[in-house]
Structure formats: structure tokens, C-alpha cells
């Protein structure tokens, strides 16, 4: 037996060997008739996420304007007005290999774990505060609903926020309790989707809370400085790695009050290439830091975002 | 744990309590080497379970539903990477200890078993998979073939890529 052998097997077992019974939920075996306690503890939760998803759902699509409700929505005045092919309610594209069903109700039993820490938060509030009056003043039933789904804050974050009229739709979509990830792009000339980027949102708070973007993601580019929640002084340098061929990379600098400074396009490419910039900034407090590329098929075929800030 | 005692209504429900009270354990902590936190790999593992049940009656014994059990854990991890595949770029700022160090079983690792298991998640899912039936699961070469579905020479090729590329990421050690 080899050393890297012994080593494999030890860190394995390390890993998740001491995960025990009680560190588990809670759980039935399948049977062939429904648990009557089990039916009833995840009914309740079950029925009011869908009455809100399709309150949330109903009120959005008759919602012209995020931003003609509430103040924190995307500068800009008219705001995005998502088409009905693009409703951010879509679902993620079914996964169908493999025995295993692609879903199951187990997550929306889950008791929604405390505030998380270490996120920066970036839109469409610019702090838990002003998450929390959103929360107590309207919540999902009221103003801007949309802010309680996670699809719709992902898309106006991007088309309004970030003003990639581009970018049409919500490809796939992750969402758990506190935590969601939602994919968008639009559709290529062949009619398969392409997907630009991954949103990154958080609840500040409990399952009445609104969806709050903290960074967004994207296949072979990334920003590797500066680092999330980074404190920065202009000018900053912005750099990361791309693979990709003739990539022109704009990075933008934005607040959530709607200023922005850009720079570039760089020129990029390469097998996981390195990029580099300096991007100049006249703002304060947090930072939107986006890098974009695009000029093949459209102008963001892909786009990565950080927040930092100034700390004053 | 289980918290609602039902009396069996089938020999499928009885068969597939007793397969849920034996192994439901094991195959989370299988699907939490495979996939990035624990709540997650219950999911996947209820999931497991669910399908079981439903083709309960396809299924020749119990040993080869354990086997069942297992191939579905495994393709169900590699289906939620995949969904995940892209967002996975993205480390969450208070996940990526957790992605692991084990912290959700309240275990802190060492950086020897870190690094590791950070070499180990750079692996293509399949030869992460061979690595994780082989060294974890203790699986003859016969048996990881059997549970995905490929040859007993994909799974020594799968193997021997696998280990030497950790060894590698760990330093050239081979």
C-alpha cells in the first residue's frame, strides 16, 4: 500500500466519517401511502411557498417597472420590463439522467438558517436595513414582489442595475432556503440557450426576506482581485483569468445610486489567460465591480461581478 | 433518524424501511464526498430511497438494491455538479471551508486531509467518483464498475488517473 494511498483514505474518511445520525433531519422511508405527521408538517410550508410564488408570480408579470415602486430599484427611470418569453419564473432545465428524480420536497422543509455572514451586499438594497423596511413595510404581498423572488431580482439586477439589455432571460436556477444561484443569458441563433453568468443572491433574514445579489459568476472568467468585500482606493487594479479567443473585457465600477466609471475594452485570450486593469473609480462606500466580455454574438456573452468597498 | 414510526403497508415499505435504517447513513456520507454540503447529500439520498420504492419491485434482492441505492446516490450528485457547474465557480465566502473540512459534522480537519480533499474536488467527476467508491466505500474494481455503469478497465484507468493527479496536486509524490 502506498503512502498516497493511505493519505486518499484517511482524508476520506476524516471528511464524513463523523457525520451521525443526529446530525441528519429528520426522515422517513418512502412508503407506499403518505405519513399523515410528515403530510401535515410539510404541507403548511409547501402550500404558503406556492401561494406566494404564484402571488409573487401574478403581481410581477402585471408589474411594469420594478423601479416604479420602490426606491431601491434600478436607477435609470423606466427600469427593466421583462417580456413574457423571458419571465424570470422559468424553470431550470430538467435534468434527466440517472435513476435519481431531478427535485425533491425535502428543502422546503428546512427552517432557513440564520443571516449569513461575510456577504457583500450589492442590489437592489444597499444594506440590511433597508432590506428589513422592505420586509416590514411591504413583504412579498405588497410592493415589488419581485424582490421576494429570487429570478426576478437576478434579472432586473442585470438588466437594470447593470443595463445588459442583452441579457434576456433566467436559463437555470438554483434556489434553496437562504441562498440562491440563477443563471441568465439569452437564446443563440441556433435556439439553445447560452448562459452569461451565474447570480449570486442571499436572504438577509428568514423566508420573508427579499433576494440581495452579492456577486455573480461565469464559466472559464473570473475577477481574481480584487477579492470580494476587498477595501479598495482608486485607482484599482481589476484582473482575472479568461479562456477564450479575441475577448474584449469592459470593466465597469457602479454604485447602487447609479454612477459608473468604465474602462477598457481590454483585449484578452488564451487557455485560462491572465487579464489585467486599472479601473479608476470618483465613488464611495460599495463598489460594483463588473467585467464583461462580449463582440462575438452579442456585447455580454459573459459576465463576472464583485463587490468591494471603500470602507468610508 | 427516523421520527415517523408507520407500520409497512407492503413488503416493498418494509423492505426499503429496513434498507433506509441500515444504509441511509452510509450513503450520505458517500453523496456528501460527492456533492457540496449535507443537506444536499440527504436530499440526494431520499431521493435514492424515493426511486427504490417506486421500482421495488424490479429489483431482484437486497444486495442488489444496496447496489441500486448507490448507483443513484452517485448519478444523483454528478446530476446536481451538473446543475451547479457553472455556479461552482463562485466559492461562497462561508462555504468553502465547509466544502471540505467537514465542519458540518463538527470534525475539523487537518491541512494534510485539506489538501487532500481540495485535490481531490479538482478531479473530473468520474475519476473523483472511482476515487471515492475505492478508498472510501472500500469497493472491489468489479463492483464500482457495476455501480457506474462502466468497464472494470475504465475504472484502473479512472483510478490510477485519479490518484496521480492528487499525488501530484499534493506535491509530485507519486
Known sequence: MNDIDNRIRAALHAAVDGIQEHDLRPADAPTGERPQRQTVRWLAPLLAAAAVAAAAATTFALTSSPSATHKPAPPGGGGPQPSTSSAPNSSPSSDTSGPTPASTTVQATRVPPPVLAGYQPLWPFANGTQAKQWENVDGPNGHSPWHSDARATALFFVTGYLQFQDITKVTAADVAANRADVSVGYDLPSGTEHTAAVIHLVRFGDENAPWEVVAAAADNFSITQPSPGEQVSSPMTVAGRITGVDESITVAVRTIDGSVDKVGPVPAGGDNAPWSTTAPFSEHGVLTVVASTGGHLTAHERFVVVGVTTGS | ?174
Open chain 2, 1 to 174: 433518524m427516523s421520527t415517523a414510526v408507520m407500520a409497512p403497508t407492503s413488503d416493498a415499505d418494509a423492505a426499503v424501511a429496513a434498507l433506509f435504517r441500515s444504509h441511509r447513513l452510509s450513503l450520505v456520507r458517500l453523496a456528501r464526498l460527492l456533492v457540496d454540503d449535507l443537506e444536499t447529500a440527504e436530499d440526494v439520498v431520499q431521493d435514492a430511497f424515493s426511486a427504490l420504492h417506486r421500482r421495488w419491485h424490479a429489483i431482484a434482492d437486497q444486495k442488489a438494491a444496496l447496489g441500486y441505492l448507490r448507483t443513484s446516490v452517485v448519478n444523483g450528485s454528478r446530476s446536481v455538479l451538473r446543475r451547479r457547474r457553472t455556479a461552482r465557480a463562485y466559492v461562497w465566502p462561508d462555504g468553502a471551508r465547509l466544502s471540505v473540512d467537514g465542519a458540518d459534522s463538527g470534525v475539523l480537519l487537518d491541512e494534510e486531509h485539506l489538501a487532500v480533499l481540495a485535490a481531490l474536488r479538482r478531479l473530473p467527476s468520474r475519476q473523483r467518483e472511482v476515487i471515492v467508491l475505492r478508498y472510501w466505500a472500500d469497493l472491489s474494481e468489479a463492483e464500482i464498475a457495476a455501480t457506474l455503469d462502466i468497464s472494470v478497465g475504465a475504472v484502473k484507468s479512472s483510478a490510477s488517473r485519479g490518484r496521480d493527479a492528487i499525488a501530484a496536486l499534493l506535491g509530485g509524490e507519486r
